[in-house]
């Protein structure tokens, strides 16, 4: 749930993970659009076992994600969301 009292925030925009939009708001992270949408499952690991995030800070690697356009894998805690970007959590 995101906090909304007494907090500015940037233009409002719309994210696509795996194909679902999601609302965002420019200046947040990928991480913060997923968790306030209710989505905690970021990527699944190599037993297929659901995994999310953890420390928020990007050295643990566990919200890694796939920015569809490019098929860069990147940290969801560190990267920006910006309007009609695709992310996929699988693959």
């Known amino acids: 749930m995101r906090i909304e009292a007494d907090v500015t925030r940037g233009n409002a925009i719309t994210i696509i993970v795996d194909g679902e939009a999601l609302p965002a708001f420019a200046g947040e992270t990928v991480a913060t659009a997923m ?21 928020n800070m990007g050295t643990c690697s566990e919200c890694l994600v796939t920015i569809v356009a ?15 970007m695709e992310i996929a959590t699988r693959g």
């Open 35 to 55: 968790l306030a949408a209710g989505r905690q499952v970021f990527r699944a690991d190599t037993g297929g076992k659901p995994r999310g995030l953890y420390c």
């Open 70 to 84: 490019s098929g860069r894998r990147v940290r969801a805690c560190l990267t920006e969301a910006v309007d009609g």
